[in-house]
């Protein structure tokens, strides 16, 4: 509960610090997320043309996979994942952004799965019998997390950590923290 109100309180002193105005047509900022409620493309364009008419934060939601090996060797994004970050970064321009990262799987009890080049795959050695506090793991996902804040131009990150209770139960922690830098 307390991250949740200091997550709050820091996304709240973000918007009201930042040089980001009132709409014209109304006293409050409105935050949406680039996920469409239909993978049909009549759906995908509304979902655009709406991000861009009425969002003033937008929440991007990194819980597809991870690019381990990628990450951890530096390398950039490819493929599927590099066209969905352009995409991204295309619906959040002039708009300040949160980005949420996890490097854990839905269960919340193993590792991500492998987002390569060729799209999301299942976990390739060694990272399928690699624990989530592995340091490999956590630096391939400390190098993901910068890659995509600097890619999507990120005001305020949300991390689902690497600790032996998120890989030994079916809760992670959250944290929200802000970065110097604004969208």
């Known amino acids: 509960m ?3 109100l200091i997550a709050i ?3 709240g002193w973000i918007v009201w610090s ?6 014209s047509k ?3 900022w409105i935050g949406l997320t680039p996920f469409p409620h239909n993978t049909m493309q009549h759906a995908l364009d509304y979902n655009r043309v709406r991000l861009r008419q009425d969002g003033d934060l937008i929440a991007h939601h990194l819980d597809k996979g ?3 090996a990628e990450a951890l060797a530096g390398q950039p994004v490819s493929g599927e994942l590099a ?4 995409y991204r970064k295309a619906v959040a321009e002039n708009r300040i952004t949160l980005t949420s990262i996890t490097p854990i799987d839905i269960s919340r009890s193993e590792m991500a799965s492998y987002f390569s080049p060729d799209g999301v795959l299942p976990l390739p050695e060694p990272w ?3 624990p989530a506090t592995n340091p490999a793991a956590s630096m391939a996902a400390g190098c993901y997390s910068l890659s995509s804040r600097c890619m ?10 690497l600790n032996n209770d998120t890989a030994n139960s079916d809760q992670g922690i959250t944290i929200g923290a802000p970065l110097l830098s604004k969208a």
């Open 2 to 4: 307390l991250l949740r």
């Open 9 to 11: 309180g820091t996304l």
């Open 18 to 23: 930042s040089a980001l105005a009132l709409p």
């Open 26 to 28: 109304r006293a409050f």
């Open 66 to 68: 991870v690019p381990w």
């Open 83 to 86: 066209d969905g970050w352009a």
């Open 128 to 130: 399928m019998h690699s």
């Open 152 to 161: 999507l131009r990120t005001a305020l990150i949300g991390e689902q950590i």
